[in-house]
Each structure stands twice: as C-alpha cells, then as structure tokens.
C-alpha cells in the first residue's frame, strides 16, 4: 500500500481531501463516475477533480461531461490530452477496448497532473487500473480503483487469473468464483473466451493489479449482491484484497434536460400523459445496437403487446455516427401504427427520470450495471435481455434479488436465433402483469434506499472512504 511520506495535501486545504477521479471511455463507466464527483464534493466536502480525457470518444460523452462540469462548479476539470496513439493494429477490436488501450498507453502523462492537483487520492476506473497504480505510487498518492460494475463481476475479474492458471490449456468453462457462485460458461463474456482479445489482456492485467491498490469502490449495496461483496472482502475471492467499499447505488445526478427533451420529441410531456406503471421502457443501452432482424422482431414484439412503450433506439454502435434514421431502421408504416401509444427516439433520454416517472411499470433492459442499479432506485420490473460483456452477469443478479426476470435462452451477442415477435409479447404482458414480481422489485428499492440512508450500509461505506482520504 502507498503510505504518504509528506504532510498531506488534505493538511494544507483545511482539511478537505483533493480527490481526482479517472474515468475510463463509454457512458456507462462516465455516469458512475460523474455521480460519485457530486456525492464526495456535495454530500462529503471533498475537493474534487475529474481527468477529461480529449478528445472524447462520443457526443453523449462530451456533453454528459460538460452538463456535470456546468451544473457542479465546485468540481474542478483537468484535461488529459491523449498521447498519439495508432489504433491501427486494433482495426477488428471493439472501439471501446480500442480507446482503453489509448488511455492506457498515455497513463504516463498523468503524473504530472496529479502533481499539480496536489491530489489526496486518486479514484480511477478499472480499465486503466494497472497502468495507473504504479503512476500513483511513484508520487505516494493512495490509489483507489472504482469498479463501475457489479461486484459479481468484480469478484470474476479478481479470480479470473487464478482461474485461468489452474485452467491452462483448456477452454473457459464455468467459473467457479469461491465464496460466492458458480458463473456459468455462458455468462462469461464474449471476449474472455479468447486469450488473445485486447479486453481480455488488459481484464487479466487488471485483476493481477487490484492487490497493490489501496481500496476498492463499487456501485452496488450490500444486500444487493451478499455474497460477492463479503468474499470480496473477506478475501475469500482472491487473497491479501485492499479494503472493500461498496457505496451504491450511487444517486442518479439530475442535469437540466432541456435538450435531451427537445431532440426526443419531449418524452416527459408524453410520459405524464399516460397511465400509471402501463409504459414499458425499452433500452438497450449507450454501447450496442440489436442485429436489423432482432430489431424488426423486437418491434413486432412491442406492437402486438398492446402495450405502450418508450423505445430507445441504437442504430450504430458509437452515437457520432448514429446518422440512419428512424424510419429506415423501423419503417414508416410501424412508425404511424404505434403513434400515440408509443414514443419511439433516437436519441439521449435522462433514463433516471424515465425510470422515477409513475407512467412507467415495465423496463426492457440488456442490463448494463448503471441501468440495473437506476432499476433499483425506482424499483421498476426488469425484463433482462442481456447481449454482451457482463450483462448476464447482471441479469443473473436481477433475477436472484428479485428486482426482475431474465429468459436465459434468448439471443446473447454472436448467437444466431433471433426471439420472436410473438415470443417477445408473450412475456411482456406476462412480466407487466406479474404482481409478485411488482413487489419483489419494491422491497429492491427499499434496500436500495436503505443502504444509501444514514448510517446504512452504502452511507457508512462511503463516509469510511471519504475517512481514509483524509488522512
Ligand atoms: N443512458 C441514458 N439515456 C440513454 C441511454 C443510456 O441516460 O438514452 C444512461 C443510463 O441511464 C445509464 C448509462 O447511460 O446510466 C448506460 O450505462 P449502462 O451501464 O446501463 O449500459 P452501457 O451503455 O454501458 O451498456
Ligand atoms: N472491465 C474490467 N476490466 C477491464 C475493463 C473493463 O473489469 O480491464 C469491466 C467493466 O467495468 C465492465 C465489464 O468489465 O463491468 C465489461 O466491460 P465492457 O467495457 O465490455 O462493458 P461495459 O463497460 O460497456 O458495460
């Protein structure tokens, strides 16, 4: 562990620790992260600063960034700019993977920066988490990796080299992670069935790495995710781990909509006028876009439901270059069938406040983390579809805790069969009506709410970090 040789920063700036956050690329590690700038600088006095890294990767990025710079002033922006970087030995990996490895590779750049923040501590994301421990260390500043993530998987990532030691030579199986489940083969995501993936190499060097940190945070809440969180910290998963912070689900920061509004057609305006919990709200997230066939299925799906719905489309995978429109991926003539009914967009909705608005009773979603915790906070059903990455992972969660259900057979990434229209409405209807499921998903909130309260387990986790900063 780093120990800090000099009188901390904290000493010189009253008392308030200098936080620095490093935030990795895509939304869903961006968001987390935003939200935990405004719970240590609003609800903890600390001072805190977040590395932009330029140039960003997407519009949504670059004004998710700006509305929390805008709407919070007391935290501070330090510009990284990236070191020249040629993607093209990556030409076949996923632009996402593609730009951690940018970062990664400018993690020397950092140095400098944190020396001239003055930092207490360094917060940054998990993809950047071995390259970045070593840069801390060599300035004595304590080095905290945010998992942004569940802890399930966090607990995969810390076992997984061990993993694939005793495993050398054969194809990922189950993972067996001890003291918390077994992870079935199928949940394992895509890239870290090949050795050679560039997500893989940097998974592996990342979870090699988490020892030397000096604490980790995750987004999630003890009664959450039980099992994984005490084998984290019991050092059950993997031994000699730094402290353990589970402090979420970290509250979703409200940033003048304005906009997002505007460009959607105003979904709020049509959210109010619809009744109570009969909206299913369907996105798949910032990251992935539904093959052409999937998508037409999912829109029979959708109709023939008889539901209304708040569809969010992904055309592309990153959102510059999301130019095709909505009739060319949906057509015309579905469009004007479920006009009044549905509100189908393109573009950015404030998903948090889709998912507090009353009119909403139902949330269709490939189970991201950040999702799968805003799901919490407002307790709406899930209906898990989870495509890529840990999104089974996640779904695995949401189905053990009862916030949702997941139809484990359909269509994961790379999987040809395509879920039926028919399919598709069978189980909504099923899902909408299913008044167990609507209280399981209430007594989810109320532990969410819990956790995050005062003196819960989330606050104190939380306050407990904010400690170690200071001192
Ligand atoms: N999100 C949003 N509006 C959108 C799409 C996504 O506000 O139109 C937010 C969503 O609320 C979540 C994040 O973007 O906070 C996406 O992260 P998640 O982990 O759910 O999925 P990913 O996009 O990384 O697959
Ligand atoms: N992740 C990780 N190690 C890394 C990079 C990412 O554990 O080196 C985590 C990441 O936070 C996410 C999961 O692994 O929980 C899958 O990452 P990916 O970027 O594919 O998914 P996304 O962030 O879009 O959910």
């Given at each position: 562990m780093a120990s800090r040789a000099?009188?901390?920063s904290s000493d010189r700036t009253g008392g308030a620790p200098r936080v620095v956050l490093l935030p990795s690329a895509g939304m869903g590690h961006l968001v987390p992260f935003g939200r935990l700038a405004v719970a240590l600088s609003s609800g903890h006095a600390c001072d805190v600063s977040v590395v932009t890294v330029l140039p960003t990767v997407s519009s949504a990025e670059s004004k998710h960034l700006q509305g929390l710079f805008d709407a919070f002033p007391a935290v501070r922006r330090l510009d990284l700019h990236l070191a020249p970087f040629d993607a093209s030995e990556f030409s076949d990996a996923d632009p996402f993977y593609v730009r951690y490895e940018a970062v990664r590779r400018s993690a020397p750049l950092l140095g400098p920066l944190l020396a001239d923040a003055d930092a207490s501590a360094l917060v940054a994301d998990i993809a950047l988490a071995s390259v970045v421990i070593p840069v801390a260390k060599e300035l004595l500043i304590p080095c905290y990796i945010f998992f942004t993530a569940s802890a399930t998987m966090f607990s995969l990532l810390a076992y997984f080299p061990t993993y694939l030691h005793s495993n050398a030579g054969h194809s990922i199986g189950d993972v067996d992670v001890p003291g918390v489940y077994r992870i079935p083969m199928s949940s394992i995501?895509?890239?870290?069935?090949?050795?050679?993936n560039l997500f893989t190499q940097q998974f592996v060097a990342n979870g090699r790495s988490?020892?030397?940190?000096d604490g980790l945070l995750v987004n999630t809440f003890d009664a959450f995710e039980p099992e994984a969180v005490t084998a984290l910290r019991h050092g059950t998963v993997a031994p000699g781990f730094p402290p353990v912070f589970a402090l979420g689900p970290l509250s979703p920061v409200g940033f003048p909509a304005g906009e997002a509004a505007r460009e959607s057609g105003n979904y709020t305006t049509w959210l109010d006028a619809q009744p109570a919990r009969s909206v299913v709200y369907v996105s798949f997230g910032s990251r992935k876009a539904l093959l052409r066939d999937q998508l037409s299925e999912l829109a029979a799906g959708l109709e023939a439901s008889g539901c209304r719905f708040l569809w969010v489309v992904k055309g592309t995978v990153v959102d510059r270059d999301d130019d095709r429109e909505l009739r060319e991926l949906l057509g015309e003539v579905f469009l004007q069938r479920v006009n009044g009914r549905a509100l189908v967009t393109k573009a950015w909705v404030e998903q948090e406040e889709v998912l507090k608005h009353p009119a909403v009773g139902l949330f269709i979603s490939h189970c991201g983390w950040n999702s799968v915790t805003e799901a919490t906070v407002s307790g709406v059903p899930v209906l898990a579809w989870p495509r890529f990455a840990d999104q089974r992972v996640s779904a695995g969660v949401v189905a053990r805790r009862g916030l949702g259900v997941w139809v484990e057979r359909w269509s994961w990434e790379g999987e040809e069969r395509v879920v039926t229209g028919d399919e598709i409405a069978e189980k909504v209807k099923s899902v909408l009506a299913d008044e167990t499921l609507r209280k399981n998903s209430t007594m989810v909130r109320e532990a969410a709410a819990a956790a995050v309260a005062t003196g819960g387990t989330s606050y104190r986790s939380l306050a407990k970090f904010v400690r170690r900063c200071s001192t």
């Open positions: 000099m009188p901390s995501p895509q890239a870290l069935h090949d050795p050679n988490l020892a030397e940190a």
